[in-house]
Each structure stands twice: as C-alpha cells, then as structure tokens.
C-alpha cells in the first residue's frame, strides 16, 4: 500500500467522519457549478434582464465568503460543527429543490446568498475538521476532500444539460432574432461566472418554456443522501438529542489495540500527544475563526514571521483561486475571439476540459501527496502554472496548444489550495488560524480577481486576459518564495515543550 500502517489505521479508526467530511464537500461542488449553464433558462424564468440576473452570481459568492468567515464560529465543539454541517447540507438540497419556484430575481438572489452561507460554512469546517483528525498526515486527506469538490462540479453542468433550452426560452415577436445567440451566451457563463453580457439583447416578456427545473430536482435528489450520512455521524457520536446518552459508544477491539499501545514520538508529533480517536472530539485553540483569530489577546507574545506565514499564504491562494476563478469563466470568450476564432462548439469543451484535468490532478495528488512534501508540491504548482501562462502567450496563435495549456493549467492548480493548508499548518504547528484565513484569502481572490480581468478584457480586448494571467502566476510565485523566506525565520518549537492540551467536546 502507498500509505503506512499508522496512517492506515488512523483512517480506519476515523472512516466514517472521514467518509462524512468527503461527502458533503460533493454538495459544495454540485452547487458551485450549476449556475453557470443554467442560468440563461433561470433569466428566462425569472424574465428579468442579464444585468439583473447577474446579481445571482454576486448573491451566491459574496455570501460563500461571508459563510467562509462565519464557518469557524460552529468548530468550537464537534457538536457545533457536526450540526453546522447537517443544515448547510439540507440547505443545499433545499436550495436545489426550492430555485425552480422562483419566479422573480430578487427572490432567485436571496436563495442563492443562503446556499453560498452553505458552501461557505461547508468550505471552512470540513477543512477544519480534517486538518484536525489527521493534522501532519492531513495533506492526502485533503487532496481526496478537494478531488470530490471538482467531481460534483463536473456533474452539475452533465445533468443539467439535457434540460437547457436549445433556444430561446421566452417565446415572443423577438425570439427569431435572438435564439442563434443563446447557445453562444450559455458558453460564455461557464462554470460559474459571468462575462461581459451587456450586448445581447434578449426579450424579457412572454411564455416561458423551459424545463431546467428537472435538473435542480434531480441535484435536489442527488444531494440528500449528504445529510443523511451527516446525520448519521451525529447519531453515532451520540449527539442527537433525541437518542442522547450519557455512555460513549465503546473502543472497536482494533481501536482498543491502539489505544493500548505505547504512544510513539512521531504520534506525539502529529497529535499533540493526544489519541487521533479523540482528536475528533477536540477542540484546537489555534483553529479560530476570523474574528476570533483577530482579537488582540491572541497576538501577545506572536512573532512578525507569524503574521506573514499567514499574510503569504493567503496571497498565494489569493492568486492561484482567483486564477481559477477567472480562467474558468472567460476561457470561452478568449477562444472565440481573434486572432483564434475557434469555433463555438469546440470552444465549449475548453473549460469541460480545464475543470476535468483539475478533478483529474485532484485524484492523483492522493497518492503523490503521502510521497512529496506540501511545500514541494506547491512550488511545482506555482512554477507550473507560471510556466504554462508564458507557454501560452508565445503560442497565441495556436488552437492546438490552447487545448493543451488550458489542460496543463487545470492539472497544476488542482492541489495548490489543499497543499497550501497542509504547508502553512505544518509551519504553524496547528498553532494559528490558517485554515480560515487561508480560505477566506482564497474566496475574496475568487471573487475579486474575476471581476478585474472582466473589466480589463472589456477595455484592452481579448489578448489581456493571457497577459493577467501570466501578472497573476508570476506574484503567486513571488509570493510562495516570500513564504519559503518566512518559514525559515519561523520559531521552531522547543523540543522539551510540552504539546498545547486539548479540550473534550461536550
């Protein structure tokens, strides 16, 4: 096997919260991809213009961010985070199950802010909870939590396909002089973030025929078994109200095993000297949220490095999600403009192929992460991405390698989020609070970045969105070798120093 007996038996031991944790990061991706090809059938639900309707998109990542900071607040017991959980996961499918009955587009960006508050708090705790449980063999846990992100935003768009309008879905005197435009449109939306729609013009009045709504029960559906195995860890941990008990279920005879077992000093390493069996059931002082984390009482004593290992590390991620962000989402545009001119329909299986290649990286970092160093493998990213942006301005002209760069993209920004939190955590000796600014760091980058590259395309034309690309990988570079600076002036720990204790939830 490519993993030790220890980690081996940690995973046993936790698989169920493990398995848990993987899951509701599904329902995370199933519904931060959906909007993108749906959304010209949700405008033509609501019949509200592409102005109007692009507030969607802000309702949902503003609140995602927002959800992103206010998701550590439900970690400071199991309890908190498990039930946090359970209805961000029920939301979801509530969400999914609740949009084809909005009919208007204030109402659409009201639901969409509460499923991004769910994304958010699903984004943060489970991130949390994983880091918690496996602390310095967190790196290939996190690698499978993030492949399954990317595996449901592949299959939002794959079941809502079939349902999308071919044409225009608002019959009126208009429509045959606007329904050529429409599958051009759609393309220019995926996965998830709009571009420039300013210029189309599409009717807003008359009989709405779509049958999008089939689709979000069918994700409705598709999502609900999360909750349910949410619920169930609740119920196995005995922190369902109803079937509470004051006995703690019993240790398995493997379990049992190894809590007999003398504790080693590589176990005291990555435990803090405390079992993993109740690693789960703590809390971590370090792992605040945001505005926990920027209370005065916890800087007293903290050296500068300890602020720029955060600093850094959400500058990186700043960079490389945003890169994300604003790849997937203008990709079409860029291809179907000059000097390429590639043809609508193959252009639309260029951001298929991006997000395929990172669901596909996700898969491989599992393994490769238990060999390679975090920090390893996020100078391979960065230098990769790097790389590929300058490969692809010097080959502008060719359809052929914009397939293969935009391939090559997608595979080196797979693992950057998941090793950077495993790096920086490593750093910080679980001390600090980068997991949440790591993720909030990631999100505002996400939303802002996208949003300056729409606007630079729409004033310097199509060959800036290559050139913000390369500006964006070169200071994700600068900023990953300011962090490598900072780890080496980073206090290490004194060997005689006792492990922070850990306090039992509940």
């Known amino acids: 096997m490519w993993w030790d007996e220890r980690v081996s038996a940690r995973f046993r031991r936790n698989l169920q919260p493990t398995l848990t ?11 931060i991809a959906f909007l993108g090809p749906t959304l010209l059938d949700l405008r033509c639900q609501t019949q509200s213009s592409l102005s109007q309707i692009t507030w969607v998109f802000f309702s949902q990542q503003f609140c995602l961010l927002l959800g992103s900071c206010l998701g550590g607040v439900f970690k400071r017991t199991l309890a908190q985070s498990l039930f946090a959980l359970f209805a961000s996961s029920l939301a979801i499918s509530l969400v999914f199950a609740i949009i084809p009955l909005c009919h208007n587009v204030v109402v659409l960006a009201v639901v969409m802010a509460v499923a991004g508050l769910a994304m958010g708090c699903i984004d943060t705790i489970s991130n949390m909870q994983l880091v918690k449980i496996y602390q310095k063999d967190s790196a290939i846990f996190l690698q499978a939590l993030h492949f399954f992100v990317g595996f449901g935003a ?8 079939p349902f999308l309008s071919d044409t225009n879905c608002i019959l009126s005197n208009g429509t045959a ?23 189309y013009d599409l009717p807003m009045k008359g009989m709405v025929v779509t049958r999008v709504s089939y689709a979000f029960w069918i994700m409705a559906l598709i999502n609900l078994p ?4 949410v619920f169930f860890l609740l119920y196995k941990e005995r922190m369902v109200p109803c079937f509470n008990s004051s006995s703690h279920p019993l240790l398995s005879a493997d379990e049992l095993a190894m809590e007999a077992r003398p504790v080693e000093k590589d176990d005291l390493s990555t435990s803090g000297g405390v079992p993993a069996k109740f690693a789960l ?23 500068y490095t300890y602020f720029a290992v955060h600093i850094t590390g959400a500058l990186v991620l700043f960079m490389t999600d945003g890169i994300v962000g604003e790849y997937s989402g203008f990709i079409y545009s860029y291809a179907v403009e000059e000097p390429l001119s590639v043809v609508h329909k193959v252009a639309g299986y260029l951001p298929s192929l991006f997000w395929g290649f990172i669901t596909l990286g996700r898969l491989i970092s599992i393994p490769v992460s238990y060999r390679m160093k975090p920090a390893t493998m996020v100078f391979i990213n960065v230098v990769g991405v790097l790389i590929t942006f300058l490969l692809l301005l010097i080959f502008s002209s060719s359809v052929v390698f914009l397939f293969v760069g935009t391939a090559s993209l997608g595979l080196f920004l797979s693992s950057t989020f998941p090793s950077m939190l495993a790096y920086t955590e490593d750093i910080l000796q679980y001390k600090g609070c980068a997991t949440t600014v790591l993720v909030t760091g990631a999100g505002i980058g996400e939303m ?59």
Do not use: E
Not at 154 to 161: E, G
Not at 226 to 229: D, L, N, Y
């Open 21 to 31: 944790y993987w899951s509701v990061f599904f329902s995370f991706g199933l519904c």
């Open 154 to 161: 592949l299959l939002s768009p794959l079941i809502a396909d």
């Open 177 to 199: 002089n606007t329904s050529s435009n429409l599958p051009h449109i759609r393309k220019s939306l995926v996965p998830h973030h709009p571009g420039n729609l300013s210029h």
């Open 226 to 229: 999360v909750p349910i195995a």
């Open 281 to 303: 059931h703590c809390f971590s002082p370090g792992h605040d949220d945001l505005f926990s984390c920027c209370q005065s009482r916890n800087f007293r004593g903290a050296s």
């Open 448 to 506: 802002v970045l996208q949003l300056l590259v729409g606007s630079i395309i729409h004033d310097q034309g199509s060959y800036s969105f290559l050139v913000c690309g390369m500006i964006f990988g070169g200071l994700a570079f600068t900023f990953y070798a300011f962090l490598l600076f900072f780890h080496r002036m980073y206090p290490k720990p004194s060997s005689g120093k006792k492990a922070p204790a850990l306090s039992p939830a509940l």
